[in-house]
């Protein structure tokens, strides 16, 4: 059974920074294209990172130069750190698995 599980989220200040993690499970995680995505509230699913099983990343342009996503195949993690963060960073964020499922997600709040 494939299990993401996403953590790491909070209150955040307004220019501040939180790395999110993703322990996966259930499946070929070092074989795995694996993204980022979230959700505001009252809005749709927005992509924000992707990486490949090689390494190369992609980024949203809106988020590009204030994320950095990775992972670490030994621990089966994804991880998306996040810096200088807007309140319109505020969403739930969830690792997925490339055409797959994706987790339960983790709050983020960017507020003063």
């Known amino acids: 059974e494939v299990q993401l599980v996403e953590s790491g989220g909070g209150l955040v200040q307004p220019g501040g920074s939180l790395i999110l993690s993703c322990v996966a499970s259930g499946f070929t995680f070092s074989s795995s294209a694996m993204n980022w995505v979230r959700q505001a509230p009252g809005k749709g699913l927005e992509w924000v990172a992707t990486?490949?099983?090689?390494?190369?990343?992609y980024y949203a342009d809106a988020m590009k130069g204030r994320v950095t996503i990775s992972r670490n195949n030994a621990k089966t993690t994804l991880y998306l750190q996040m810096s200088t963060l807007k309140p319109e960073d505020t969403a739930d964020y969830y690792c997925?698995?490339?055409?797959?499922?994706r987790g339960q997600g983790t709050q983020v709040t960017v507020s003063s």
């Open positions: 997925a698995i490339q055409g797959g499922p």
């Open positions: 990486i490949n099983p090689d390494g190369r990343t």
